[in-house]
């Protein structure tokens, strides 16, 4: 499948499809205040993909086919920890063709453009995904009555 990715800033008409599938997927995982609506504030503040925070989305033409976030914090139990890799999201219909393996190289790349060493994420289920692209195991907790693991990985 042919796609491109692309900073947020250049595919802004994304916005509303990608706040909405970001909320659907983790809103058990965030502060009930942050509704759809400041997912949508948040996103429309990230304007240039050089700069940290950053957003870049997976697409075809003008249809989004999924994204991955590089934020300074994720995880309001570790404020230590930064960056972080966040919100890796490919729509179901695109899965297993490349995109999200793409996805992490980019923050991993636009990571290390920035000078950072370590990069973080947290998952719930998805440990494997990143394991094969040498993600390790950081720490095992409950973040909002989840389990989750916390992986890094050296840059």
Known sequence: MHF???????????????ANWHHQEWKHLNDPAYDLSARINDYEKIIDADSFPAMFVAHNED?????????????????????????LYVHPDYRHKGIGSALIQTI???????????????????QTIYQKQDWQIYANEIYYDQAVTIMCKTL
Do not use: C, Q
């Open 4 to 18: 491109k990715i692309s900073p947020l800033a250049e595919i802004t008409s994304a916005i509303p499809v990608l």
């Open 63 to 87: 249809t989004a086919l999924g994204s991955v976030r590089l934020i300074d914090d994720d995880m309001d139990t570790h404020p230590e920890l930064t960056p972080w890799l966040a919100s």
């Open 108 to 126: 991993e790349d636009t990571a290390s453009k920035l000078n950072f060493k370590t990069i973080y994420l947290f998952t719930e289920d998805k």
